[in-house]
């Protein structure tokens, strides 16, 4: 066999061998890193657009024992 320049033939120089288990969690990851991203492009939008809105006069704002009623 030829060797390359580093002592090892060219058998060794091929792409690692991965463990199935570690592709499955790989995989798991990035599913779960998708969700996770469209979650949180869903809840930000969502959050802002229907959020509370404070009324134009302070002073109409309902308390209750001096917080505000939402």
Do not use: K, N
């Not at 690692?16 to 798991?28: G, I, S």
């Not at 869903?42 to 802002?48: E, F, K, L, T």
């Amino acid at each position: 066999m030829r060797e390359g320049g580093d002592g090892r033939d060219s058998s060794q120089l091929q792409e690692p061998h991965w463990d199935p288990v570690f592709l499955d969690a790989r995989r798991e990851a990035w599913m779960i890193f998708a969700l996770w991203g469209v979650c949180f492009a869903w809840s930000i939008p969502v959050c802002y657009w229907l959020g509370y809105t404070p009324p134009r006069e302070p002073d109409a704002l309902p308390l209750i024992c001096g917080f505000p009623r939402w």
